[in-house]
DNA sequence: GAAATTAAGTCAACATGACTGACATAAACG
DNA sequence: CGTTTATGTCAGTCATGTTGACTTAATTTC
């Protein structure tokens, strides 16, 4: 209790501060700030629908971003959902692993390097995932009109520039891989 | 702009397939695909700071919602956190008993309704949101230049849009509420 | 061909932050 | 006064993240 006025000096490490130190206004301050919390209620909601229909299959966020990364990007390899996701291998473990046993995701061994297990989405996986997506293109699709022309460019600048100088040869290798759009081609073993 | 979606009669209820309209070219979709992708990217890495600060404190991003809003509305109510994090009072109360004991925000019995509590940060819990804010406004400001002009009030514009209907007045009226800069001047406790 | 490295899977143990539902208190309202 | 409201709290559960160590299989390196 109570270091309560104390500074804060704290042990961190000397994190961010960037280059030349960059002091915007008080009122730009607020602004930003205002922008941040407008990111994090469009994120919210953005996250909201497809969640409510993930518990209906005893699934979560997690399993969503795994099957959302195999669907667009089929014949990944495991390293790369771990880069992807920035989690740890237990933890992707344990969603994909249901994800296989309950037959929305197929690995097959690399025909290169038997070694490494690609990942592909079934029919129903292809399937479950373009349900999750509804409601989100939907709610995309409505925005970007409402923001108005130029708004979707300037919208892919602004979060390319969001994503870590460093990540970006990562997501930008994993974005060109296979952009697939979402096709049920048909035959619906599940759902 | 294409007539990809319509009425947006999506309550995340009426799942599956919308009826029988919009439906986007697989290219479309494969696009506003691509688009939630770099959405997620964007906020990965826009959390990712401040979650490491976090850490040192022994706190966690749930403590940094409830600190950012507490700043940037002082004198909120519990309820309108509640509203606002869309979280249970069992989950807010964890965190933000943590924050009162350890001296980062204060509450005051309410002047006209003496049930309510109002949430003031202290000096210590300025300067902290202070130092969580930081990197990210490095970030956004960073990203919003190379966005280009006109891209902050496309990004505004498209953010507002993409928060459910229902809860844009509870949002403008948070919002609206104490728009506060970061500022760690002098002044402690609630007023 | 043996050794080292790499990709993946797994184990145990743990932390955080969500959830539910029930219940306690104090203040306000009618 | 009794009811409702705002808040706080208890107990228990679940999902998803963490670390560190270890196995297995395949590839690479020497």
Same mark, same amino acid.
């Given at each position: 209790?109570?270091?309560?006025? =104390?500074?804060?000096?704290?042990?961190?490490?000397?994190? #961010? !501060?960037?280059? *030349?130190?960059?002091?915007?206004?008080?009122?730009? !301050?607020?602004?930003?700030?205002?922008?941040?919390?407008?990111?994090?209620?469009?994120?919210?909601? %953005?996250?909201?629908?497809?969640?409510?229909?993930? @518990?209906?299959?005893? %699934?979560?966020?997690?399993?969503?971003?795994?099957?959302?990364? #195999?669907?667009?990007?089929?014949?990944?390899?495991?390293?790369?959902?771990?880069?992807?996701?920035?989690?740890? @291998?237990?933890?992707?473990?344990? #969603?994909? @692993?249901?994800?296989?046993?309950?037959?929305?995701?197929?690995? =097959?061994?690399?025909?290169?390097?038997?070694? =490494?297990?690609?990942?592909?989405?079934?029919?129903?996986?292809?399937?479950?995932?373009?349900?999750?997506? *509804?409601?989100?293109?939907?709610?995309?699709?409505?925005?970007?009109?409402?923001?108005?022309?130029?708004? =979707?460019?300037?919208?892919?600048?602004?979060?390319?520039?969001?994503?870590?100088? !460093?990540?970006?040869?990562?997501?930008?290798?994993?974005?060109?891989?296979?952009?697939?759009?979402?096709?049920?081609?048909?035959?619906?073993?599940?759902?």
């Amino acid at each position: 209790m109570t270091d309560i006025n =104390e500074p804060l000096t704290q042990p961190a490490d000397r994190r #961010v !501060e960037t280059p *030349a130190a960059r002091k915007a206004s008080p009122a730009r !301050e607020a602004s930003l700030l205002a922008l941040a919390e407008l990111l994090f209620f469009a994120y919210r909601d %953005f996250t909201r629908d497809p969640d409510t229909i993930l @518990k209906d299959f005893g %699934f979560g966020r997690a399993h969503h971003r795994v099957l959302h990364f #195999v669907n667009c990007h089929s014949g990944l390899r495991v390293a790369d959902l771990l880069d992807a996701l920035n989690i740890t @291998k237990q933890s992707l473990g344990r #969603v994909l @692993k249901q994800l296989i046993d309950q037959g929305y995701i197929v690995q =097959e061994a690399g025909s290169v390097d038997r070694r =490494e297990r690609l990942l592909y989405p079934t029919a129903a996986g292809r399937a479950l995932v373009k349900r999750l997506a *509804a409601p989100q293109l939907i709610r995309l699709a409505d925005a970007l009109k409402a923001a108005g022309p130029g708004a =979707e460019a300037a919208l892919r600048r602004f979060l390319e520039a969001m994503i870590n100088a !460093e990540e970006r040869p990562k997501v930008s290798s994993i974005m060109a891989s296979t952009p697939v759009a979402l096709e049920d081609d048909g035959k619906g073993e599940a759902s």
